[in-house]
Structure formats: structure tokens, C-alpha cells
């Protein structure tokens, strides 16, 4: 006996629902991980936790996510994505070269202060994850450096663009911007140091003096 049109229509309208159903219960599970995760860290997280947490049960936890580590990576490419929209992807709709660099710096900037009593998963995911190899570490390692290949490449353009010096050094200046924020962090989150952000914006500004091309001399 064959299946009625409807009655296939019906079985595809089931499971297309069935399908949005378990993405939107996996994307809450790891809303509420990514949460937990800036309290705690990545090791903090666990099936049992985001149970406890979201009121569910560990094996449906289980049933979304087959171990620990497939949840930590989960948290690690969802914070990425956030970030992307918050920092990178409104930052490149502003002029190509440093109005697009200092919109970039001055995103990450905010979003780190924004992080300060919760904690920045790139800065305390290296600290975890530093000496531990594996697929977590991989995951956020790849994270960083798209994040960083974009920034570099900003700088870049600023270069192409005459904004910075011909002889400016991408990777270095990289390198003392990613400083000022690992400063900021550490400042703010740790030592609780009033002014931390004002004295990044201050070296953000002293950075871009030194590698900045000297306006023309006015001419008589």
C-alpha cells in the first residue's frame, strides 16, 4: 500500500519540526554554557552543570552534545560568532585603512571592558588551554588567529593605504596591540585598577603616533 501525499507531507512537516525544535534546544544549552563558561571557564563546564543549569536532563544534555569536549568547542565557536558580529563585522563597513583599524581596536576595547566581571573566554581559554594539546586547544587557537588575520590585515591596508609608514611591520604592531588589550584584562579584571581603560586607549593612541605617517610640512 502507498503512502498518501498527505500523509508524507505531513511526516516531512514532523520532522522539519522536530529539527528546529532540537536546534533551538542545542542553542539554548549552549547559551547557557557560554554563560557558565565566562564564570568559570572552559573547564568549568560539564554535562552534569548545563543539566543543572537549563533544568534538563544529562542524557538529553548528552543527546546534543556527545561528550564534554564536543560542548566546550560548541562554546568556543559560539563566542567567536559573537564576537565577529559585535567587533569585526561592523568594523569593516568603515573606510578601508586606520578608520577601519581604530574602529576595529576600539570595538575590542569595549567588548573587553564589557567582559571584565565575567572574563574574556579568548584570554582565560590560552591560560587553560596553553600547555594542553588537543581538539579544544585547536579550536580556540583557530579562533584567535582568524581574529588576529583579520586585524593584521587591516593594519596591512593601512600600510597600502599610506595612513601608516611604508616600513610599519604588521606583525609587530599586531603584536603591541594585542598587548594593550592582555594589559587591559589583566589590569581591570585582576588587579581591579581604576583608569585601566582610559591608560589602553592612551597606548592604542601612542602606538599609532609611532607607526603613523608624519602629515606633510605646511609650506610657507
Not at 16 to 30: F, L, N, P, Y
Amino acid at each position: 500500500m502507498s503512502t498518501s501525499s498527505a500523509d508524507l507531507r505531513s511526516s516531512r512537516t514532523g520532522s522539519a519540526r522536530t529539527a528546529q525544535k532540537g536546534q533551538q534546544t542545542r542553542a539554548t544549552i549552549v547559551d547557557a554554557a557560554l554563560g557558565l563558561a565566562s564564570q568559570k571557564g572552559l573547564e568549568g563546564l560539564s554535562i552534569g552543570a548545563i543539566a543543572d543549569l537549563t533544568g534538563m536532563s544529562k542524557s538529553g544534555v548528552f543527546a546534543h552534545f556527545g561528550s564534554r569536549e564536543e560542548l566546550q568547542i560548541s562554546v568556543i565557536r559560539e563566542y567567536h560568532t559573537r564576537f565577529e558580529e559585535e567587533v569585526f563585522y561592523p568594523s569593516i563597513r568603515e573606510p578601508r585603512g586606520l578608520p577601519r583599524l581604530i574602529a576595529m581596536f576600539g570595538r575590542w576595547v569595549k567588548r573587553v571592558s564589557v567582559e571584565i566581571d565575567s572574563g574574556c573566554i579568548y584570554i582565560s581559554g590560552a591560560v587553560e588551554f596553553d600547555d594542553r594539546p588537543g581538539p579544544v586547544r585547536e579550536a580556540l587557537a583557530d579562533m584567535v588567529h582568524t581574529w588576529h588575520t583579520g586585524l593584521q590585515r587591516s593594519i596591512l591596508q593601512s600600510r597600502d593605504e599610506g595612513h601608516l609608514r611604508a616600513d610599519t611591520d604588521p606583525r609587530q604592531m599586531l603584536f603591541e596591540l594585542h598587548g594593550l588589550i592582555l594589559a587591559l584584562h589583566h589590569d581591570a579584571r585582576f588587579l581591579r585598577n581604576p583608569g585601566a581603560l582610559e591608560r589602553a586607549e592612551r597606548g592604542f593612541m601612542n602606538v599609532l603616533d609611532r607607526y603613523r605617517t608624519p602629515a606633510p610640512a605646511d609650506t610657507p
